[in-house]
C-alpha cells in the first residue's frame, strides 16, 4: 500500500525531514533560475569511484552502436545545443582524471509521435564497481512520490474539463551551486577520435535524486504566491514535470492555464506540450505556441493512453513475449504494464499469482519451467497484450454531485482485495481497485476474507481524500464471506457493512 502512497501519518523519519530541510535551506533564486545542492549521504559519498576507465570502455561500444544506426551525428546534436544552453560546459580537469566522477550515458530513443524529444542522453548514474558505490546509492532519493501520482489521476477522471502539459527540458532548467556537484556529473563525447570532457551544470536524466528536487523547486516556486487555486495546483497536480488537472468551470481552467504558465516561467520554466478538451482553451494554446500538435488521437497521461475526443482512456499497449520461459524473462515481461488506478486488475492479478508460484517452486532465475506454468504464461500473454483494447471512461465521477461509493470484498487462496465503484444518477463507473498476493506461509480462506476489508478500510481514507470535493451519500462495503460479518458483529460496527 505504500507503494502507492497509502500509509499512515508521520511516515517520514526524522532523517527525511532533515534532509529535506536542509535542500530547501540551500535552495537559492538568481537572475530566474534556480540553483541547488545536490543532497548526498554523506558517508556513502566518499566510496563514489571515479569509473574513468570503465566509462571509456563504454563510451567506445555506445558510439559504435549509434555509428552502425547512422544517429551519431543526432546524439552529438543533443549535447552541441546543451552546451549552446549553458546546460553542459566543456571542461579541462586541472586534477588527474581519478578526482573526477565520470558517468556512462547512451541515446534513448522515442518513436511515439507524441514526444517532444525523439533522441536524448540518460546517464547511467547506478554504475557499480568492486566494492565501491554508485553516484544512486549515495544520493538522498527523496520522499516516495507515487502517492501524488493516485491523487492526480484520481482528480483527472473526477471533472468535466481536463489540462495536460508538461515543463520543458525541466531538470535542466535547475542549476547545481556547487563546483564539486558539478565535478560529479562528468563525461566525454567522441568529437572524431578523440574524447573532449564535459560536465553537467544541472541535474541530470538517471539521477535518482532529481524527481525528488524537481519536486521541492515546484513547491517552493509555487509557495512565493498567495494562497491561490493556481498556488495549489502547482503544488500537487504536478507529477515530476507532468501537469494533469481536471475542474469543473470551463472559464477557470483557461485562467488557470494563463497564470500557471506566466508563474512558471517567472521561475525559469518554460511550459510545452499542452493539451485539453476546452476549444476556447485550445484556441489559446495555438496562439501561445504551447499546444502539442501531432498526428495522433492519444495523449499519455501517466501510464494512461487518453483520447480528448472521444474521453476514453487505456492502459499503454505493450508487445509481450510468448515465448518467456524463465523466472528473469517472465519478471521483466510482468513489468512493462503499469497500471497505478489498478483498472485492468483482473488480468494482471494473473501475473503476480504466476509469479508467487515461481518463487514458491524455488526456481532459479535461468531454470526451466513447468510445462503447465509456462501454457499459462502462454495465454495471460495474449491477454496482457491485448488490455489496451479495453476502454474506460475517463469522467469516473462528477465531483460536486452527489453519489455512493460502494467497495466489494473477495478472497481466494491465492490472492485477496477489492473494487471500488461510484454510482452517480444510475451510471457506476470503477474508480480504484487493489488487490495483494497471498503470502507464502499458507492461511484460511477466512483470513483472506478479512484482509480483503482490511485492506479496503484501510486504503479508504485515501481514496476519500483524492477525490476532494465528493462525498459520498452512501457508503458500502460488501463480502460474501459470514465470518467477516460474524467478526464485525462482535466489534459492534455492523453499520460500515451491508
Not at 534556480?34 to 567506445?60: G, M, Q, T
Not at 486504503?459 to 463480502?479: D, S
Amino acid at each position: 500500500m505504500e507503494s502507492l502512497g497509502i500509509h499512515d501519518e508521520n511516515t517520514f523519519s526524522d532523517y527525511d525531514q532533515e534532509q529535506i530541510r536542509r535542500f530547501q535551506n540551500a535552495i537559492e533564486f538568481n537572475d530566474g533560475t534556480y540553483y541547488v545542492e545536490l543532497p548526498w549521504h554523506v558517508d556513502k559519498l566518499v566510496r563514489v569511484p571515479s569509473n574513468h576507465a570503465v566509462f571509456l570502455c563504454i563510451l567506445d561500444r555506445v558510439t559504435k552502436d549509434l555509428i552502425k544506426n547512422n544517429m551519431y551525428q543526432n546524439y552529438l546534436e543533443v549535447f552541441w545545443q546543451q552546451e549552446q544552453d549553458g546546460i553542459i560546459e566543456i571542461f579541462v580537469p586541472v586534477l588527474e582524471f581519478q578526482h573526477y566522477v565520470w558517468i556512462p550515458h547512451r541515446p534513448v530513443v522515442k518513436h511515439d509521435p507524441t514526444a517532444m524529444t525523439k533522441i536524448r542522453p540518460v546517464f547511467n548514474c547506478s554504475l557499480k564497481t568492486g566494492n565501491g558505490m554508485s553516484l544512486n546509492e549515495a544520493a538522498y532519493s527523496g520522499i516516495n512520490l507515487t502517492g501524488d501520482m493516485l491523487n492526480l489521476l484520481m482528480n483527472f477522471r473526477a471533472n468535466n474539463y481536463i489540462l495536460l502539459a508538461d515543463i520543458r527540458k525541466a531538470f535542466l532548467m535547475i542549476r547545481l551551486r556547487l563546483e564539486a556537484d558539478k565535478n560529479r556529473f562528468c563525461f566525454f563525447i567522441k568529437d572524431g577520435d578523440h574524447p573532449r570532457c564535459f560536465r553537467y551544470s544541472t541535474l541530470i536524466f538517471g539521477f535518482t535524486a532529481s524527481p525528488f528536487m524537481l519536486g521541492c523547486i515546484l513547491k517552493f516556486h509555487a509557495a512565493q504566491y498567495p494562497l491561490d487555486d493556481c498556488r495549489k495546483m502547482m503544488e500537487i497536480r504536478f507529477y515530476v514535470d507532468n501537469l494533469v488537472t481536471a475542474e469543473a468551470d470551463p472559464h477557470k481552467l483557461v485562467k488557470l492555464y494563463s497564470l500557471t504558465k506566466k508563474r512558471l516561467r517567472e521561475g525559469g520554466f518554460i511550459i510545452q506540450s499542452c493539451n485539453t478538451n476546452v476549444d476556447a482553451l485550445r484556441d489559446r494554446m495555438k496562439i501561445d505556441g504551447t499546444l502539442r500538435v501531432h498526428d495522433k488521437e492519444l495523449e499519455r497521461v501517466s501510464e494512461y493512453q487518453y483520447n480528448p475526443l472521444s474521453e476514453k482512456m487505456h492502459v499503454a499497449r505493450i508487445q509481450c513475449d510468448p515465448g518467456a520461459s524463465t523466472k528473469r524473462r517472465i519478471l521483466s515481461e510482468a513489468s512493462k504494464l503499469f497500471d497505478p488506478l489498478s483498472l485492468c486488475l483482473l488480468v494482471t492479478v494473473r501475473s503476480r499469482v504466476l509469479i508467487r508460484t515461481m518463487w514458491k517452486n524455488h526456481f532459479g532465475w535461468d531454470d526451466s519451467l513447468l510445462p503447465e506454468i509456462l501454457s499459462g504464461r502462454k495465454e495471460l500473454s495474449k491477454d496482457l497484450s491485448g488490455l489496451s483494447d479495453l476502454q474506460f471512461d475517463r469522467q469516473a465521477l462528477v465531483a460536486e454531485q452527489p453519489g455512493d461509493l460502494y467497495i466489494f470484498c473477495d478472497a481466494s487462496k491465492e490472492a485477496y482485495g477489492f473494487a471500488a465503484y461510484v454510482v452517480q444518477e444510475f451510471r457506476s463507473c470503477l474508480l480504484f481497485a487493489k488487490v495483494k498476493v497471498a503470502p507464502m506461509k499458507e492461511k484460511s480462506l477466512p483470513v483472506f476474507e478479512l484482509m480483503a476489508v482490511y485492506l479496503a478500510l484501510k486504503c479508504l481514507p485515501t481514496i476519500l481524500n483524492n477525490c476532494e470535493q465528493f462525498i459520498p451519500t452512501r457508503l458500502c462495503v460488501a463480502t460474501d464471506a459470514q465470518v467477516v460479518l460474524a467478526v464485525v458483529a462482535i466489534y459492534d460496527q455492523q453499520q460500515h457493512f451491508c
